[in-house]
């Protein structure tokens, strides 16, 4: 047989669908060295492969194939009666149920959210949150499924759970913090298992969870492009060619550091944040005697600030699923704050229209500047900075760290922890 070529750059979760196809498969693929992502895919060559430029494509005796899943697929069959396939009717249309859902309702939504996070598309509040509940539900409805199961299908592992594991594979890696994933334990769970797989890890090597969601980048003006900029030699006088070369080499420079964030130049203080959520996070009895009481004499007045946030169209959460979520997501867009806040969310009441209330603990005297620039949830509270002097302002700070029950008279639906 000829050999099976593969177009795609690595590291790349599509090509990797391919490449722990092949590996469970016993599948021999060249993948194309040099290609250059831009170059290689605009040539006409590869169009006549894939008209619309995308990788991996994998080309074979019979003609190409393109589209990841497709090509999985393709390199499957290439084995006869390859487990990856299953081993009955029913269990290969369970595998195909599982590579639709990872496709339209995980890697769908990471990707939306993903896109602009990574300055590839536009931002938009409303996407964002559409994304990012939209795929909670899916990780819902993956959890409860993985409760009692290892694998997707049957007891070993199929083509669903490799194309499963690529695709939440640039979620965990990118996007989906430990305090995201920690509300998913058995797709944790299923997903660690998988990537240490030898023959996945073969491919992915280590593969590390991303600390933080990466704020949403500024809108930047575009840089000249290097023609208009050769123009303008051609055109401008011969006296003066130096200075558009140097414009020229300066736009390609790295970028320089970035500066400090302010945060990190106060004046250090006597609390150690970290010590706090320990405590916080360990203590499971005589919580007043112990995390409460250990709050008030860690807190530094003067290096930390306490925060009532109110949310101002509490009218509107009239669907609870909706309001928990509304309050998910602000919390995960607060992951750029992670080294200088812990924060309480209380979700109140035993029937809408439901109130969300919250209590934050934040570096320095006032809330951070950075902040409030590019978390846009900021602005849907009303934030009341804590007089500590006041024995009832003190005491709500207690209850709302307790999640106390009943709240201000009413049920609690829900409390989370920003930590």
Request: proline share 7%; net charge negative; aromatic share 12%.
């Amino acid at each position: 047989m000829a050999p099976l070529i593969l177009y795609g750059a690595v590291p790349n979760k599509n090509v990797f669908k391919v490449l722990i196809a092949a590996e469970y498969s016993g599948v021999e693929i060249e993948v194309v060295k040099n290609f250059e992502w831009g170059v290689t895919n605009k040539n006409p060559e590869f169009l006549k492969m894939n008209p619309i430029g995308k990788i991996p494509v994998l080309v074979t005796p019979d003609g190409p194939v393109f589209e990841s899943n497709a090509i999985a697929r393709y390199v499957a069959r290439l084995k006869e009666g390859n487990p990856l396939l299953g081993s009955s009717l029913i269990e290969y249309g369970h595998i195909e149920q599982w590579i639709d859902f990872s496709s339209l309702e995980v890697d769908s939504n990471l990707l939306r959210w993903f896109y602009p996070r990574f300055g590839y598309a536009p931002f938009a509040p409303q996407v964002e949150e559409a994304a990012i509940a939209g795929l909670k539900r899916a990780l819902t409805a993956l959890n409860s499924y993985l409760a009692s199961k290892t694998y997707l299908v049957g007891h070993c592992v199929t083509l669903a759970d490799i194309i499963m594991t690529c695709n939440l594979s640039i979620g965990f890696s990118r996007l989906l913090t430990k305090s995201f994933t920690e509300e998913f334990p058995h797709v944790e769970r299923y997903f660690w298992t998988m990537v240490n797989q030898p023959n996945v890890a073969k491919l992915f090597g280590e593969v590390k969870q991303t600390d933080s969601v990466p704020p949403i980048p500024s809108a930047s003006v575009p840089a000249q492009p290097k023609e208009a900029e050769k123009a303008k030699e051609k055109s401008g006088p011969k006296n003066e060619s130096s200075k558009p070369k140097a414009e020229v080499l300066e736009q390609d420079e790295a970028p320089k550091p970035k500066t400090k964030n302010p945060l990190d130049l106060l004046p250090p203080s006597t609390m150690i944040l970290d010590e706090w959520k320990r405590l916080y996070s360990n203590t499971k009895t005589n919580f007043r005697e112990v995390a409460i009481k250990g709050f008030w004499e860690m807190y530094d007045p003067e290096g930390y600030s306490l925060w009532f946030c109110n949310y101002k169209y509490n009218d509107e959460n009239t669907v609870s699923f909706v309001t928990l979520n509304k309050v998910g997501g602000f919390l995960q867009r607060m992951d750029l704050a992670r080294k200088y806040a812990f924060g309480k969310m209380l979700i109140i009441g035993s029937e809408a229209p439901f109130k969300v209330k919250g209590l934050w603990l934040f570096r320095g005297p006032e809330i951070p500047q950075f902040i409030m620039d590019e978390c846009y949830d900021m602005e849907l509270y009303e934030w009341t900075k804590v007089d500590i002097a006041d024995e009832n302002q003190k005491e709500r700070v207690n209850q709302m760290i307790e999640d106390q029950e009943p709240f201000e008279g009413e049920a609690l639906l829900d409390a989370k922890c920003f930590k």
